[in-house]
């Protein structure tokens, strides 16, 4: 089913341990996301891409790395866990036009001890 | 930063009851386009409605219809006949600079 998927659906890491959280779009979308859900937050923009080999922070970058190497693929790496990246983690893509809004995944749950 | 607003923290209505969630933004830009999420206990996303901004017209899915007030920065949800399946966080957002902004997020509950 074309869709976006994400991997893994859930990870508990210790602090200080590194990750990093897959983005697999099959709709040939130019643009992706990944933002933080926390409660009362709404979502936050972390970094997102506009093209193959290009990422822009957003809103709440620090902590993170990304990195779009193929086009249906972006990454989100955490390199040194702190409890404060608690969250859950959505990524979304979509066309340059904006006719159909994002297209999600299913989110990740990390839970940082 | 811009920012898109959702005032409601949580409401509650009954089954069959009319209920409105209120959003208001912020942009400098004339055209955009301001879009309503739905985030049942699935924590998946669902797309509910859409508006162009250049659009007078309010847009309408089915029970559900915003109005849309372009100069006041509003862009209100309402859901007809509310059903126990529309029990959800719902996300008012905006886009702008090739991405959406989002609101906190409204808890709406359905009550039998």
């Known amino acids: 089913n074309a869709g976006v998927t994400q991997t893994p659906k859930f990870r508990v890491l210790k602090t200080g341990q590194s990750m990093t959280l897959l983005c697999a779009q099959d709709m040939n979308h130019e643009y992706m996301y990944w933002y933080r859900q926390d409660p009362g937050m709404g979502l936050r923009l972390i970094h997102y891409s506009v093209g193959e080999g290009t990422t822009a922070k957003g809103e709440v970058p620090d902590g993170y790395n990304v990195s779009r190497l193929k086009k249906q693929n972006f990454l989100l790496g955490l390199e040194s866990a702190a409890p404060s990246q608690t969250s859950v983690y959505f990524c979304?893509?979509?066309?340059?036009?904006?006719?159909?809004?994002?297209?999600f995944g299913s989110g990740t749950r990390l839970t940082v001890v | 930063a811009q920012t898109v607003t959702q005032s409601q923290p949580e409401m509650s209505v009954q089954e069959a009851e009319t209920v409105t969630l209120s959003c208001t933004y912020d942009?400098?830009?004339?055209?955009?386009?301001l879009f309503w999420y739905k985030q049942p206990p699935s924590r998946q996303m669902i797309l509910v409605i859409r508006q162009e901004a250049y659009k007078q017209q309010n847009a309408t899915e089915n029970r559900f219809s915003v109005n849309f007030q372009k100069a006041a920065k509003s862009f209100s949800l309402k859901i007809s006949d509310s059903q126990l399946g529309d029990t959800a966080m719902y996300f008012c957002a905006r886009e702008g600079a090739q991405k959406l902004v989002f609101g906190q997020g409204t808890r709406l509950t359905i009550n039998p």
């Open positions: 979304a893509s979509s066309y340059p036009s904006w006719n159909y809004g994002y297209t």
């Open positions: 942009t400098s830009e004339n055209n955009y386009y």
